[in-house]
Nanobody
Framework: HVQLVESGGDSVQAGRSLRLTCVAS????????MDWYRQAAGKQREWVSS???????SYADSVKGRFTISKDNARKTMYLRMSNLKPEDTAMYYC???????????????????????WGQGTQVTVS
């Protein structure tokens, strides 16, 4: 039973930084796909960032240059470093995962669209 637990969300002022963490558990394999998504109140969930098996990264235009995704396969942990936060970054941030290998920067978005990804409970980021 795959479980994802996000942490690191907080209420901060614009311009500050946060680092979100997502820890996966409940499966034996180290390699898996993980992405970050977010959902603001009253809006649809949106993709934020992906990281591939070979370390390639991809970002939504709205966060490019400010957010950095990384992953530690040995610890089954993914991070999202968010800098220069803006009020429009306010949202619940979720990690999504799938036991797929290898991952491209598009793999998990396909799995999410098919409704087959695992999700965490989210961590709230509020920027004022």
């Amino acid at each position: 039973h795959v479980q994802l637990v996000e942490s690191g969300g907080d209420s901060v002022q614009a311009g500050r930084s946060l680092r979100l963490t997502c820890v996966a558990s409940g499966y034996r394999y180290r390699r898996f796909c993980m992405d970050w998504y977010r959902q603001a109140a009253g809006k649809q969930r949106e993709w934020v960032s992906s990281i591939s098996t070979d370390g390639s990264t991809s970002y939504a235009d709205s966060v490019k240059g400010r957010f950095t995704i990384s992953k530690d396969n040995a610890r089954k942990t993914m991070y999202l470093r968010m800098s220069n936060l803006k009020p429009e970054d306010t949202a619940m941030y979720y990690c999504a995962a799938a036991l797929v290998h290898p991952c491209t920067i598009n793999t998990l978005r396909t799995v999410v669209a098919a409704g087959n990804a695992y999700w965490g409970q989210g961590t709230q980021v509020t920027v004022s």
